[in-house]
T-cell receptor, first 109, second 118 residues
Framework: KNEVEQSPQNLTAQEGEFITINCSYS?????LHWLQQHPGGGIVSLFM???GKKKHGRLIATINIQEKHSSLHITASHPRDSAVYIC???????????FGTGTRLQVTL | DTGVSQDPRHKITKRGQNVTFRCDPI?????LYWYRQTLGQGPEFLTY????????KSRLLSDRFSAERPKGSFSTLEIQRTEQGDSAMYLC????????????????FGPGTRLTVL
């Protein structure tokens, strides 16, 4: 069992839909990251959080430390949101990130 | 551009050849990380440096792999005697590396080097 699991693995949505991507982890963490990866490989950090909720534009990330669960929400989805969204955790004082396998999102017109 | 840069972006090599990749982190970031990503998977940790010191290496980093960061700035990752299983995207990231969970621990990723071993 992976330390970080994401669901769904693939997601297709129509433009304007509200999207939720889930991340569950099995270890104690000091921080959780949501990352976006476009075709070609470049990874962009969307959020880093250790508690509560963060919002940036149409993106919202929440985390429940007790339940070891985080969600990434996209409101009013748009085709340009099509990408792979990856959840990653940092444990204790370790610097390295442990990644989920990603959720491939395709938003169609 | 003041982001993380990697060179080359693509490398095709024959099995058994040696390859070297370079990563230039964001200036003044003291932590530098190497990750490997195979198709359809999330990245996996390989190694990281704080300044010039290599502080942790993954078991994925076999003796054919070596990484250096000689002056605490850019880093190189060398793979000797490449195998087809080494084909992957090699990602570099850097962070300011201060203790705690503040924004200084956010990792900034480079565009990656895609390696294909024939």
């Amino acid at each position: 069992k992976n330390e970080v699991e994401q669901s769904p693995q693939n997601l297709t949505a129509q433009e304007g839909e509200f999207i939720t991507i889930n991340c569950s982890y099995s270890v104690g963490i000091s921080a959780l990251h949501w990352l976006q990866q476009h075709p070609g490989g470049g990874i962009v950090s969307l959020f880093m959080l250790s508690s509560g909720k963060k919002k940036h534009g149409r993106l919202i990330a929440t985390i429940n430390i007790q339940e070891k669960h985080s969600s990434l929400h996209i409101t009013a989805s748009h085709p340009r949101d099509s990408a792979v969204y990856i959840c990653a955790v940092r444990t204790g004082t370790a610097s390295k990130l442990t990644f989920g396998t990603g959720t491939r999102l395709q938003v169609t017109l | 551009d003041t982001g993380v840069s990697q060179d080359p972006r693509h490398k095709i090599t024959k099995r058994g050849q040696n390859v070297t990749f370079r990563c230039d982190p964001i200036s003044e970031h003291n932590r530098l990380y190497w990750y490997r990503q195979t198709l359809g998977q999330g990245p996996e940790f390989l190694t990281y440096f704080q300044n010039e010191a290599q502080l942790e290496k993954s078991r994925l980093l076999s003796d054919r792999f070596s990484a250096e960061r000689p002056k605490g700035s850019f880093s190189t990752l060398e793979i000797q005697r490449t195998e087809q299983g080494d084909s992957a995207m090699y990602l570099c990231a850097s962070s300011a590396g201060l203790a705690g969970v503040g924004p200084y621990n956010e990792q900034f990723f480079g565009p990656g080097t895609r390696l294909t071993v024939l």
